[in-house]
């Protein structure tokens, strides 16, 4: 079986700082990885996924996360974060073949001004 | 395109009562599971229908049921239900292990 660690339950941050929320996962076998985010009061929406190939995954709105098999983790950034960016965000790992996924706890990034 | 659709929003039921929770697939997907997310936690995988079967269970007990049907929409059905299955439902359609595309979820309070 697979899990995920979230590393940070709550990660507060300026408007305009970097924010860097760190997962990893536990897996004999080769897994998707998957972050998605919610706002409140809503569903998930996918952020980005690696399923192979380049091990640096990019969203539409500037994230970006980065896959490291050796030390199973999947860390997603954004260099520059907005008021809009305020929600949780959960990473997720599903294994080939498989038909569920996994997720953290969560991370509530709070964007201040 | 509409996406993912769950009915109601929201419920209210008592102790011992049953639920039907019910979710339309985005459009050209074939396959629907639910999940339940508890305040403050992340989802927790219910299970998966794929052409009106479920293909695959997480650790819920038997009184979590659910269907598909033959237009891939789906029910997921609580019986005797317990003050701690007071939780967000989720549910996700793909038609792949990783296209996964989720709605905004039916908020079921019990008390």
């Known amino acids: 079986a697979q899990s995920v660690t979230q590393l940070d339950s709550q990660v507060p941050v300026f408007e305009e700082a970097p924010v860097e929320l760190r997962c990893n996962y536990s897996s004999s076998v080769s897994v998707y990885l998957f972050w998605y985010v919610q706002y409140p009061n809503q569903g998930l929406q996918l952020l980005l996924k690696?399923?192979?190939?380049?091990?640096l995954v990019e969203s539409i709105n500037g994230f970006e996360a980065e896959f490291n098999k050796s030390q199973t983790s999947f860390h997603l950034r954004k260099p520059s974060v907005h008021i809009s960016d305020t929600a949780e965000y959960f990473c997720a790992v599903s294994r080939l073949n498989d038909y569920k996924l996994s997720f953290g706890a969560g991370t509530t990034v709070t964007v201040r001004a | 395109d509409a996406g993912v659709t769950q009915s109601p929003t929201h419920l209210i039921k008592t102790r011992g009562q049953q639920v039907t929770l019910r979710c339309s697939p985005k459009s050209g997907h074939d396959t629907v599971s639910w999940y339940q997310q508890a305040l403050g936690q992340g989802p927790q995988f219910i299970f998966q229908y794929y052409e009106e079967e479920e293909r695959q269970r997480g650790n819920f007990p038997d009184r979590f049921s659910g269907h598909q049907f033959p237009n891939y929409s789906s029910e997921l059905n609580v019986n005797a239900l317990l003050l701690g299955d007071s939780a967000l439902y989720l549910c996700?359609?793909?038609?792949?292990?990783?296209?996964?595309?989720f709605g905004s979820g039916t908020r079921l309070t019990v008390v």
């Open positions: 996700a359609s793909s038609s792949d292990s990783y296209g996964y595309t």
């Open positions: 690696y399923l192979s190939g380049s091990t």
